[in-house]
């Protein structure tokens, strides 16, 4: 089979293992997923299997940018990985007010340069950033441009955790908005918790969870229904239809004549998904076939 399965992972997940379960319910041996959650995040995490692997690179380019967060941080100290799974190496007896923080939040809204935390999957000279981290190395990343476009301060429980709302672009790191957020209050803090509800157009109100899916198929129940088509988010790229004779054709690499404007077309025969192709010089050209 092949499609899409929004994932709502559990914290304590790797993306990669959560990918791995779920392929192996669709006896899939290719599998991946858009985009990547630590394993203390939850949240939505689309799984994607067989050969719809081959329009993970289009959906990244192509469905909206945006990810939304809830997030959480208590105040007061630091660790070296940015989260409660790491060790303390920064305290402070600073606790911002309410209204600093949403003073903090308006001045963090926008385009601006972040550096990702030493704990990430960031590459530096070959290695993951984490991997150097874990063996005590000293890890300098260079800052990345990010956009944040909403950045809200939701109110603290009893327990004194801090919550937040963020909608940010691809590549924008929770745990650094969490260290920025207490910089710029003139204290430290930790990430709690951080909860992913949108990313790439797949909302966490379609997403189901692992073990509800595990359940179902190990009590012979229909998981397909929960598989979404390889093209279900493909939908900024326009269509092109192909008859029968030229889907051949197209599926055997060959080129095929067309009077449409030059592009990325979603490429179909009658109602199938054949797969992308891209129209250079009015001839419609493979760019993966599905």
Do not use: W
């Not at 940015?82 to 963090?108: E, H, R, Y």
């Not at 704990?119 to 441009?145: M, T």
């Not at 603290?156 to 969490?178: D, H, L, M, Q, W």
Request: charged share 25%.
């Amino acid at each position: 089979m092949d499609g899409i399965i929004i994932l709502d992972k559990d914290s304590g997940l790797f993306s990669r293992t959560a990918g791995y379960r779920v392929a192996k319910m669709f006896r899939e041996k290719k599998f991946g997923h858009i985009g990547t959650l630590d394993p203390m995040a939850s949240g939505v995490l689309p799984i994607v299997i067989g050969s719809a692997t081959k329009m993970i690179p289009f959906i990244e380019d192509f469905c909206p940018n945006k990810k939304e967060y809830l997030f959480g941080l208590r105040f007061g100290t630091e660790t070296d990985s940015l989260d409660i799974t790491g060790k303390t190496i920064k305290t402070s007896n600073v606790i911002p007010i309410d209204t600093d923080i949403q003073d903090v939040c308006k001045k963090l809204v926008g385009e601006t340069n972040q550096v990702p935390p030493a704990f990430s999957a960031v590459h530096i000279k070959g290695q993951r950033a984490y991997e150097l981290a874990r063996k005590g190395e000293i890890v300098e990343i260079k800052p990345r441009k990010i956009i944040i476009y909403e950045l809200e301060y939701t109110g603290k429980t009893p327990a004194n955790e801090y919550n937040f709302r963020v909608v940010c672009s691809r590549g924008t790191y929770v745990r650094s908005i969490v260290r920025d957020i207490a910089k710029m209050c003139d204290t430290v803090a930790t990430t709690t918790y951080i909860r992913r509800t949108e990313t790439n157009g797949f909302s966490i109100k379609n997403a189901v969870k692992l073990d509800f899916l595990e359940k179902l198929f190990n009590n012979n129940g229909d998981i397909s229904k929960y598989l979404m088509a390889s093209d279900c988010a493909l939908g900024d790229i326009p269509v092109i239809n192909l008859n029968d004779e030229d889907t051949k054709l197209y599926k055997n690499g060959g080129f095929i004549k067309t009077d449409e404007s030059s592009g990325l077309r979603r490429v179909y025969s009658d109602k199938t998904f054949v797969g992308i192709g891209r129209i250079v010089d009015g001839l419609l050209r493979p760019q993966r076939t599905i």
